[in-house]
C-alpha cells in the first residue's frame, strides 16, 4: 500500500500493559501522520512528525500517549497502561519533505485490540 | 476544531449504475483529497484537487472541488463490485498540516 510499513499489523495487550506501534515511511519521505480509526467511525489526526521533531500533537491525548520519530529507525507510537477504549485501528501515513502536492500515503495500519 | 460531514452515509447500488456522494465543511480548505478504504486496509488515495472550482477525473471517478471551498463531491459511473467500500473525504488548510477526515461513505454494490 505504497510502501508505508507498519507492524505489527495485529497486537493484543491486557489492560495496562503497554503497547508500541511502528511506522516506517516511505522512501525519501521525512514526514509522518499517525491516525486513528474506531470501528465503524473515520480517521482522526493524532500526531504530524518530521525527523526528530514532533510538529502537531494536537489530537494526542494529554496522557500515556507519545510519539518519535527518531534521526535513525521508524516513527514509534507508544501508549502506556493501555484501556480497553485504546482498542482501534491506528494508522500511519508519510509525504515527501518537499510537500509540494500534499498527498499523504497510508499503511495499511496496525490493529490493537486490550482485553 | 474542523468538521467534515459526508453524505449518504450509507449507499447500496446496482452494478452499472451511476454514484453520487459528497462532503461539506464549517472550513475553508485549500486542498481536498479522497480516499477509499476496503476492509482491514488502509485508506488509498482516488483523487486529489487543489484549486476551487477544479474537476479532476480518474478513470470512471470524477471530483470537484468547490468554488466556496467548503465542499467536493466524487461521483462514481457505471459501478463495478470492486467499487465496494468506504468513501472518505479529506480536507487540508496549510500545504504543512495534517489531513482532517469526513464520516465516510460505505458503499455497496449488487450485481
Known amino acids: 500500500n505504497a510502501g508505508v510499513m507498519q507492524n505489527p499489523r495485529h497486537l493484543v495487550r491486557r489492560r495496562g500493559q503497554e503497547a508500541r506501534l511502528r511506522c516506517s515511511p516511505m522512501k525519501g519521505h521525512s514526514h509522518v501522520y499517525w491516525y486513528r480509526q474506531l470501528p465503524e467511525e473515520g480517521l482522526k489526526f493524532m500526531v504530524y512528525?518530521?525527523?526528530?521533531?514532533?510538529?502537531?500533537e494536537s489530537g494526542m491525548p494529554k496522557e500515556r500517549f507519545s510519539a518519535e520519530f527518531p534521526k535513525e529507525g521508524p516513527s514509534i507510537l507508544r501508549i502506556q497502561q493501555v484501556v480497553r477504549g485504546d482498542s482501534a485501528a491506528y494508522f500511519c501515513?508519510?509525504?515527501?519533505?518537499?510537500?509540494?502536492?500534499?498527498?499523504?500515503?497510508f499503511g495499511e495500519g496496525s490493529r490493537l485490540t486490550v482485553l | 476544531g474542523q468538521q467534515l460531514n459526508q453524505s449518504p452515509q450509507s449507499m447500496f447500488i446496482q452494478e452499472g449504475e451511476d454514484v453520487s456522494m459528497n462532503c461539506t465543511s464549517s472550513s475553508i480548505f485549500n486542498t481536498w483529497l479522497w480516499y477509499k478504504q476496503d476492509p482491514g486496509e488502509g485508506p488509498v488515495l482516488l483523487i486529489a484537487l487543489y484549486k476551487a472550482g477544479e474537476l479532476t477525473s480518474n478513470g470512471r471517478l470524477t471530483a470537484q472541488f468547490g468554488i466556496t471551498r467548503k465542499d467536493s463531491f466524487l461521483n462514481i459511473s457505471a459501478s463495478i463490485p470492486s467499487d465496494v467500500g468506504i468513501y472518505f473525504c479529506?480536507?487540508?488548510?496549510?500545504?504543512?498540516?495534517?489531513?482532517?477526515f469526513g464520516t465516510g461513505t460505505r458503499l455497496q454494490v449488487t450485481l
Open positions: 479529506a480536507g487540508r488548510t496549510g500545504t504543512a498540516s495534517k489531513l482532517t
Open positions: 512528525l518530521q525527523k526528530e521533531n514532533i510538529i502537531d
Open positions: 501515513a508519510s509525504s515527501p519533505p518537499s510537500y509540494g502536492t500534499g498527498e499523504l500515503f
